[in-house]
């Protein structure tokens, strides 16, 4: 008998079962539209923040005691607000709470308004732990979420704005104020870890600059934690430097040969909803249905490597970044996708169509007739967020379902409405989703025609 040392030694170099995979014979076709030119402050590294520091500066360097961390690009109008950072307790007994900052300013020389159109940050602990949720949930009331990003982007989708945010902020000339002054707090958990997403639209009359930065909490005499002030805020703008440790550089986006590292982003991403009116060809009024048992998809979120054989890269370019940042927006976290589909049935028969979103395996050319799914579900979860689905049912009465979705690698997905098309019949459907944070891409939306039993 071998000893106990030898026979765990064996145990552990066994090699484990290969997943297995299938084959989906669908045509993968390009997604029409793109994204529009919304600018996108987009402050996502260091993900993990364990220093104060600043995050994402857009204010011009001048006057800054390190002008390399700030990237002189002004909003105006409409552009959105994006920050995903993670506090850990380092060392484990130090649980002072990680602020997270975001500071707007003005620099002319008349009061600039900033309307809050929508907004929603939230924490992992407590606001929405990582809990384990069903691959397909009805979330009408949107009750169902995993994950602040998760939760943050139904907010969104919703079109709400959470009540910690005013519904507009009014910047004198010349002065700042706080977008955002809220906690990352790590005490009595277990890890001493935590997280923070927050997704918002905005909308200025003039000209601002904006920021994130990272601040420890201030203590008070009696030794309780507070929040840093807008001055505290303001000295750390224009004095301090930006947060390390850094993430991961990324590899340039041409071919090395080298792994690829996509790199986390900071900067400001142009783009903040793609919008698809998906039919046969350009000027075409209609999408005709897949003959019967057969399907087509419409890739989501891709990315350099992962195209589906499609050469269709969505990521959204970057307007400016860091130097050792991701070089386009990589997941397009928090962008909105809104997609419309005039299906048409052209067969002679009534037919059954399904439209679903799928995980499947990521290839950036198809190494088979078809996409690659797993037969048994895998560890990794891939896409956790909600999708809200407009079309009209047998009766001709409008409804709108919302379908929390969770799905890990290579999942082929559930519908997310079944139709009954008559032979003839034209129906429009509309599917719209913000791409959540915690998420990895691509996916792909696909329309498949299931042919009805005889009657």
Known sequence: MLPFFLNFTLAQVTPPTPPQEVVQPQQMRSLPGNLDSVPVFNSNSPELVL????????????????????????????????????????PPENLKSLYLGIILSNPGSQPVKVNILHGASYLSQPDAPF????????????????????????????????DIFPPQIVIPPGESRMLLNLPIPVAELTPPLNGRSTYMRLWSDGTIYAASLAMFARNNTDGSERSPNLSEWQNLLDNGELSTPRDKVPTPLEESGKPKI????????????????????????????????????YPLSTLH????????????EMLVRYPDTA???????GIEYSLRLP?????????????????PI??????????????????????????????????????????????????????LVLLNLKEGDRSIVQVDFLYPPDASPPQVLTVSTISDPPQ
């Open 51 to 90: 220093n104060e520091g600043i995050l994402l500066s857009t204010f011009p360097g001048l006057g800054k005691k390190v002008p390399t961390a700030h990237l002189n690009f002004p909003f105006q109008g409409r552009f959105d607000v994006f920050a995903h950072h993670i506090a850990k307790a380092v």
């Open 131 to 162: 809990i384990e949720s069903p691959s397909f949930s009805e979330n009408i009331l949107g009750k169902v979420f995993a994950g602040p990003g998760d939760r943050a982007m139904l907010d969104v989708l919703r079109a709400k704005r959470q």
């Open 262 to 297: 996509y790199g986390r982003v900071a900067g400001v991403a142009k783009g903040s909803q793609w919008q698809a009116y998906i039919v046969d060809r350009p000027q075409a009024e209609y999408l005709t249905i897949p003959q019967p048992g057969q399907a087509f998809s």
């Open 305 to 316: 490597g992962g195209t589906f054989g499609t050469g269709q890269i969505q990521s959204a």
């Open 327 to 333: 070089y386009r927006a990589h997941g397009n976290y």
């Open 343 to 359: 299906l048409y049935n052209n067969t002679q028969s009534r037919q059954t169509v399904s439209i679903s979103v799928q995980t």
């Open 362 to 415: 990521k290839e950036d050319q198809l190494s088979k007739s078809g996409l690659r799914f797993f037969t048994t579900p895998q560890r990794q979860v891939f896409f956790r967020g909600t999708v809200r689905v407009r079309y009209q049912d047998d009766q001709g009465l409008p409804q709108t379902k919302f379908v929390h979705l969770v799905q890990k690698r290579g999942q082929p997905g559930e519908p």
